[in-house]
């Protein structure tokens, strides 16, 4: 994300459908931490269906209750 997130303006990217594009717990963390960090801060759908995450690889601050 972090090479990609430089030369684009993310301000307005409101839904990030990243369904069923291999995404496995190495590359989920690294994608948690950058959203943690304010990247992509006006999303409102994250759409990770049909992946390899485990629930330790989102971190506490991503689970919704």
């Known amino acids: 994300i972090?090479?990609?997130a430089r030369g684009l303006?993310?301000?307005s990217l409101?839904?990030?459908d990243l369904?069923?594009?291999g995404l496995d717990d190495r590359?989920?963390?690294k994608l948690f931490e950058g959203l943690?960090?304010?990247l992509c801060s006006?999303?409102?759908a994250l759409r990770l269906g049909k992946n390899a995450l485990a629930d330790q690889s989102?971190?506490?601050l991503m689970v919704e209750v």
Request: no cysteine.
């Open 36 to 38: 943690q960090m304010g």
């Open 9 to 11: 303006s993310l301000s």
């Open 19 to 21: 369904t069923a594009i």
């Open 27 to 29: 590359g989920g963390a």
């Open 42 to 44: 006006n999303i409102h």
């Open 14 to 16: 409101r839904v990030l």
């Open 58 to 60: 989102i971190g506490p």
């Open 2 to 4: 972090g090479h990609r």
